[in-house]
T-cell receptor, first 113, second 114 residues
Framework: GAGVSQSPSNKVTEKGKDVELRCDPI?????LYWYRQSLGQGLEFLIY????????KSGLPSDRFSAERTGGSVSTLTIQRTQQEDSAVYLC???????????FGPGTRLLVL | AQSVAQPEDQVNVAEGNPLTVKCTYS??????LFWYVQYPNRGLQFLLK??????LVKGSYGFEAEFNKSQTSFHLKKPSALVSDSALYFC????????????FGAGTQVVVTP
């Protein structure tokens, strides 16, 4: 009965370093989504996984961003060579079906110094 | 182009008074519409959604929203606001041709004073 969990809750890194953000969706949910929330850009869609289908990567802002979902459950969002403009809250959500209501995790607050 | 607008950055209301948070959208076809609430340093919490059927949708914590197709609006309402309703509210739309992504409005900060 647990909700979506994300780790770490906070991450401080230096410019140029790589970071990995983790998302554990609600058990049994087949769809998983990543969003980014920043002061200047609001809430932006990043990527969407649905079952074994190819992910919708249309929201990834650059090729420094990538994500994978292993075994249809846990997902990792990786940002390579972080830049200061990557500082934001990264939110993960899951739904029990394609297009279903999305339930969000608490987010990971990333600060790039 | 598809868009979601929340015309008010902030709404101030006294406790016990009615609360309305406005949302309009521009999406071709019949979209799914959602409201979420965010408390400080928390993720988004789902409040309610409209897919089809009755234009008045009831959700969590006494909130409701009215879908108006002719005005392309989906305003969130609560008859009697509580101080604990103070939070950031987001309207979101899922276009009919998009199974995954939600497009969010900029958010409206609600401040309920005692």
């Amino acid at each position: 009965g647990a909700g979506v969990s994300q780790s770490p809750s906070n991450k401080v890194t230096e410019k140029g370093k790589d970071v990995e953000l983790r998302c554990d969706p609600i058990s049994g949910h087949t769809a998983l989504y990543w969003y980014r929330q920043s002061l200047g850009q609001g809430l932006e869609f990043l990527i969407y996984f649905q079952g074994n289908s190819a992910p919708d990567k249309s929201g990834l802002p650059s090729d420094r961003f990538s994500a994978e979902r292993t075994g249809g459950s846990v997902s990792t969002l990786t940002i390579q060579r972080t830049q200061q403009e990557d500082s934001a809250v990264y939110l993960c959500a899951s739904s029990d079906q394609r297009g279903g209501t999305q339930y969000f995790g608490p987010g990971t607050r990333l600060l790039v110094l | 182009a598809q868009s979601v607008a929340q015309p008010e950055d902030q709404v101030n209301v006294a406790e016990g008074n009615p609360l309305t948070v406005k949302c309009t959208y521009s999406v071709s076809g019949n979209p799914y519409l959602f409201w979420y609430v965010q408390y400080p340093n928390r993720g988004l919490q789902f409040l309610l959604k409209y897919i089809t059927g009755d234009n008045l949708v009831k959700g969590s914590y006494g909130f409701e929203a009215e879908f108006n197709k002719s005005q392309t609006s989906f305003h969130l309402k609560k008859p009697s606001a509580l101080v604990s309703d103070s939070a950031l509210y987001f309207c979101a739309v899922r276009p009919p041709d998009s199974w995954g992504k939600l497009q969010f409005g900029a958010g409206t900060q609600v401040v309920v004073t005692p």
